[in-house]
């Protein structure tokens, strides 16, 4: 979880390495991926196995796309400080949005969250408070005691003192929406997701894919790519298409 073995230039991206603090001062390793031909930014939440570096194919397949890329570790994986908690989580992805927001001076409407299983609870936290584009969430599950009752051996041990309960939030969020889940996903059932996709408010769009947990964006690569090609190429940003 800790060490870091790869970085974009492996799969032949640029990449800018940048730090940032917390609100409760935690020091979160970044890499923003630029695309000079990008009129979106994905704010990445990851799953809770290994770190950034184990994300280069998913951070190549959205660049080539044509989007920027932001993707931070949470607070006690990678190089970020800390140790990780629910509360800590939604802190760092609060502090990667205002980094992007502030600093970089990113719209926030043209700002896509995407959130990979335990990621996807923390971007529905960051949509159920902040002003974004769209939301994307792929392999989340519905809530902690859903996934307890369900995953008992496979949930990191942190989660047992939390909630992330997402179907009150995911009901409220008002940005466009794009739920992913794989029909064979052996981790978090599909009837999570699609759970989530049938709580979550309007707009908002389903997207089916077959393989495991962690290898359904391979196994139906396809589908992956253009789902999400699609799913970019329907929003709009100061009245125009991307």
């Not at 009129?39 to 951070?59: C, P």
């Not at 709580?199 to 389903?206: D, I, L, Q, V, Y």
Request: glycine share 8%; with cysteine; aromatic share 12%.
């Amino acid at each position: 979880m800790r060490q870091i073995t790869s970085t974009p230039s492996a799969v032949g991206l640029d990449y800018k390495e940048v730090y940032f603090n917390t609100s409760d001062g935690k020091k979160i390793h970044t890499w923003f991926v630029p695309n000079d031909e990008a009129d979106y930014t994905i704010l990445f939440s990851h799953g809770n196995a290994g770190n950034i570096g184990h994300r280069l194919d998913k951070i190549k397949i959205l660049h080539d796309i044509g989007l920027n890329v932001l993707i931070y570790d949470y607070r006690g994986y990678g190089k970020s400080q800390g140790t990780p908690s629910e509360q800590g989580m939604y802190k760092d992805v609060y502090a990667a949005y205002d980094y992007l927001v502030n600093e970089m001076g990113i719209s926030h409407d043209s700002l896509i969250l995407y959130g990979e299983s335990i990621g996807g609870a923390v971007a529905i936290e960051l949509a159920h408070h902040r002003p974004v584009g769209a939301l994307i969430t792929e392999e989340a599950f519905t809530s902690v005691k859903d996934m307890v009752q369900m995953a008992f051996p496979l949930i990191p041990y942190f989660i047992f003192s939390s909630r992330f309960d997402n179907l009150p939030k995911i009901g409220n969020i008002k940005c466009e929406k794009l739920i992913i889940h794989s029909i064979d996903d052996e981790i978090i059932p599909f009837s999570q997701g699609n759970r989530l996709f049938n709580t979550a408010s309007e707009p908002k769009k389903f997207l089916k894919l077959r393989g495991g947990h962690n290898t359904a964006f391979w196994d139906s690569i396809v589908e992956y790519k253009e789902g999400i090609r699609s799913f970019v190429e329907s929003l709009s940003y100061d009245g125009k298409k991307i």
